[in-house]
Structures are given as structure tokens and as C-alpha cells.
């Protein structure tokens, strides 16, 4: 979902800090977090993909990006797995399915089990993404639902 000061909402913050010489964006404040900077080629994508065991921040730093992402997280069992298939999660994905366009200093938050993916449609070599990961950062934690690349 897009942030926006008026519109925060779960465990993401966007809380501006004047001082004299401008001002600051406080985004995560003593909390567990893993902070990255990614570099998306001109027309590339990260796969359509859900965490189980983290949120995701996206502060897009430059360049023009169309980002997807469900409207509701995707439904777990008692014990906190998804209990769907591939074809019934790709299917529940398309009717929860948002579109965005995204420009520099936009915010996204995705909370655990959201789907979501992000392109670069920029100009640039390479469209940069502030990605703070909130919650156990753990490479093995993504679900594919779709991705060029094979994975």
C-alpha cells in the first residue's frame, strides 16, 4: 500500500523531523530491521512474491517504478501456513490485485503475506529502492508466485 502522512498504517512510520538546517525522514526507530538499497535494471522486476516472516518498507529513491501488491494479507491456518495451492493463491492474487505507479520519495508498506513486486520503468541504468525489512530477515522467507528469472 502507498504511505502517505495521512495514511500510515500497521508497523510502518514516515514521521518528519524539522531542524534548522531542513529536516529528516525517521522510518524505523530502535526496532529489528534489515536495511537495503536495491538496484533494479532498466525494465527489470523482483519476482511476485509474500513473506511469511517479515514486513517490507520501499522508499524509492529515483526513477519511475509500477508496483503491484494484494489489498489484504493472504490467509494463513492456525499454526501460520498458507494452506492454499499455487493455482488458488495466484488466483486469490488476482482478485486482490492493486496497481501503482510509483516516483521518487514515494513510500510502500507491505505487511506480512502481502503479495507484492516492483518494476523499474525508468530511464536510468538502474532505479534505486530503500528496502527496510522488518522482522526476521531471512533470504529463504519469499514465496514466488511468478518470476522471469526461473527461481
Not at 524505523?28 to 523482483?46: A, F, V
Not at 517504478?65 to 492456525?78: A, G, H, M, R, W
Not at 498458507?82 to 493463491?89: A, G, P
Not at 520519495?105 to 528496502?131: A, P, S
Request: a negative charge.
Amino acid at each position: 500500500m502507498r504511505i502517505t502522512e495521512e495514511g500510515i498504517k500497521g508497523s510502518f512510520k514516515n514521521i518528519i523531523v524539522d531542524r534548522p538546517w531542513g529536516y529528516f525522514g525517521l522510518y524505523s526507530d530502535n526496532e529489528i530491521c534489515t536495511t537495503k538499497i536495491l538496484y533494479l535494471k532498466q525494465g527489470q522486476s523482483l519476482s511476485r512474491q509474500l513473506h511469511i516472516k517479515r514486513s517490507q518498507f520501499y522508499l524509492l529513491l529515483d526513477g519511475e517504478f509500477t508496483l503491484e501488491y494484494s489489498d489484504s494479507q493472504v490467509p494463513i491456518n492456525k499454526v501460520g501456513n498458507i494452506v492454499m495451492t499455487k493455482t488458488e493463491l495466484h488466483n486469490w492474487y488476482l482478485k486482490h490485485n492493486v496497481m501503482s505507479d510509483g516516483f521518487t520519495g514515494d513510500m510502500f508498506g507491505f505487511e506480512k503475506r502481502t503479495v507484492h513486486r516492483i518494476t523499474y520503468i525508468g530511464k536510468k541504468e538502474y532505479g534505486r529502492v530503500l528496502d527496510l525489512a522488518f522482522g526476521e530477515n531471512d533470504e529463504n522467507d519469499i514465496i514466488r508466485l511468478d518470476d522471469e528469472y526461473g527461481r
